[in-house]
């Protein structure tokens, strides 16, 4: 993986290719470590690259993993608003991007980072700023994307976590009653 990801057809990675790439080996270090226990030694193998070189991308670990919060927040946003599209009403919108969800968090480096995320922030007071403001933007964005009331998308949100939950413990089957495949 190494020295194809250094090179793309005969070219290096520009700067902002290499960024990506050290946040998606952050995503699974942090995922399976966890902020403390992660190292960017681990990070830097995985992407294949030197450890000083993650200095030369991100300040210190903590911007790495924020970067990396970020990142994964975007495609849960992303999967949201690409689901909610054609939706002619708020619990149309709500199941489409409930649906879209799941699939995205069974990926499990994905699962574990967010997870991580969160658990992070419990125990840091400036990450739990930065990423309770992201999870309150999450939650605007929700009630924008699909039109809900307060109480709906407070649902929504709750059956997300219910979601994380049972996958990070290995029962998706208690997942299977909020699918609403059959339901129209």
Known sequence: MAAATKQRSGQRLSAEERRAQ????????????????????????RA????PYIYALFADKHELFLAVH???????RDTFLEAAQGASTPEEALRAMGMAYRPLM???RYLSAHLQCFAAAAGDPELRKQV?????RMV?????????????????ISCGMYINIALAIGEPDLVEPLMYENQD
């Not at 952050?26 to 030694?41: C, D, I, K, N």
């Not at 970020?70 to 849960?76: E, S």
């Not at 309770?132 to 309150?136: D, K, L, Y």
């Open 22 to 45: 050290v946040i998606e080996a952050a995503v699974a270090e942090f995922g399976e470590r966890g902020y403390h226990a992660a190292s960017t030694a681990g990070i830097a193998k």
């Open 70 to 76: 970020d990142h994964v927040v975007g495609r849960i």
């Open 106 to 108: 069974e990926d499990p």
């Open 140 to 156: 605007d964005e929700v009630a924008r994307i699909s039109g809900a009331d307060a109480e709906a998308v407070a649902g929504f």
């Open 132 to 136: 309770g403001a992201s999870f309150r």
């Open 48 to 51: 294949g690259i030197s450890q």
